[in-house]
């Protein structure tokens, strides 16, 4: 195994063990889910965590791969848990979140109703063939209709989106 591969499963079973501590007994790492990974901590339904444990902190796209993993689980919240130099108390690292998932949270501990905006119906793909906003080297999903480039609705994919700028895509 190798010393990164030893220093995430250390990670990983630091924050089993804190969450068992703290009462949520279901808590356990879970095996390797390849491309449609579900995140490294299970029995907290509706929770996935993805847990880091790196030098260098790359918060974006650690958050995306928590959501991405939120979807695959179908759960409801995904966060990452990373730790915090100068420390091996996984209660004093991090949990980071977007501010979507952070106002979901907060609707739900407060008992509130999700706003009609986060109530309607799924996004379809994109089907316009140029458009590679996703970068996957397919039609994008980031698009809520076939005809959202033609109206300049560029919010959902973005300035990668070389259809936005009037150009094709590489």
Known sequence: MSASKRKGTAAESAVVDFLRTSGFSQAERRTLGGAKDRGDIAGIPGVVIEVKNCARQELPAW??????ERDNDRATLGVVWHKRRGTTDPGRWFVTMSGQQFAALLREQQGLPAPAAETRPARTPCSVPECDADGTGEPCTRHEREDSHAEGDHELCGP??????????A
């Open 63 to 68: 958050v995306a791969e928590a959501e991405t």
């Open 160 to 169: 990668e989106c070389a259809i936005a700028e009037g150009g094709e895509a």
